[in-house]
């Protein structure tokens, strides 16, 4: 066993993925590719819950809902093997190098980001220019005291996060795990008043992911958006326990900051979203 094996284990790291996976393949990793496959299931199983949701459903929608489910699942656990073995237990066992190239990933990242998102708006843009509202099309009131009040614990969440970082380079600990249990608890928060937003939207307004095209193109947007702060919380969740654990310090933080990239990258697409879905729809001349 080598020294830096036995700095894992005194930290009490010795956990699955420690090693490359599958062995015999150098440095190769499978755990991104399973990250993937579930990703991509994801969107399976969303797409055959829409099949099943319109007049002529051409299956059942336990199809959609068991494939979305299982491919959660898988996600989570190439999640876990992905950060673990390539963050968690690196941070152990390296110097530290590498944290530039990382960086860029994230960039890289989010630039892909952008055109998925992009995407989404085109197909609402081109709505939004034809006759509005859609006919037969009865639009909700959209921006009510909740979507405010989300905004403002999303915003307020990029705010707490960059005071962590800042106070991880003031080497304050104690703020720092302060700061990254804020931010978490504003970002589950959101997340349930989306959900609470949904419930009003199909439970008392019928407004529905089938009403119209507006109605597609809203909860695909807002959807996929919940889906990425969904996964930013669990790699918070994930920063934050690495914080307790007394890993990061000034020097050695790149988790930190590539999940802070993506946290306000996040927060970003939110801001426009709101002003072009919500107030854009919400605009008649």
Request: hydrophobic share 50%; proline share 3%; no cysteine.
């Amino acid at each position: 066993m080598t020294v830096a094996d036995d700095s894992a284990e005194e930290h009490g790291h010795h956990l699955p993925a420690v090693e490359d996976w599958p062995r015999g393949f150098g440095e190769a990793s499978w755990w991104p590719f399973i990250t993937a496959v579930g990703a991509a299931g994801v969107y399976v199983g969303a797409a055959l819950f829409v099949l099943a949701m319109g007049d002529q459903p051409i299956l059942d929608t336990i199809y959609g809902a068991g494939v979305f489910a299982g491919s959660v699942g898988v996600f989570l656990v190439g999640l876990y093997g992905w950060v673990y073995h390539a963050f968690v237990k690196a941070y152990w066992t390296s110097d530290g190098h590498g944290g530039s190239a990382l960086r860029w990933g994230m960039i890289l990242f989010l630039g892909t980001e952008v055109a998925t998102f992009g995407a989404g708006f085109v197909y609402f843009f081109f709505i939004r220019v034809g006759t509005w509202p859609p006919t037969g099309a009865e639009l909700p009131p959209l921006l009510s005291s909740l979507v405010l009040a989300n905004t403002l614990l999303l915003v307020l969440s990029s705010i707490t996060l960059h005071w962590a970082h800042v106070e991880l380079h003031k080497d304050n600990r104690r703020n720092f795990i302060v700061g990254l249990a804020a931010t978490l608890l504003l970002g589950i928060v959101f997340i349930g008043g989306q959900i609470l937003e949904y419930y009003e939207f199909i439970v008392h307004e019928g407004f529905t992911l089938t009403s119209g095209i507006y109605s597609s193109a809203f909860f695909g947007l807002t959807g996929l958006h919940g889906l990425h702060v969904s996964l930013g919380a669990v790699l918070i969740g994930i920063v934050f326990v690495r914080a307790l654990y007394g890993q990061y310090n000034a020097e050695r933080d790149v988790s930190v900051s590539t999940v802070s990239m993506y946290w306000h990258f996040v927060d970003a697409v939110w801001i426009f979203l709101v002003v072009v879905l919500y107030a854009g729809a919400a605009i008649t001349l």
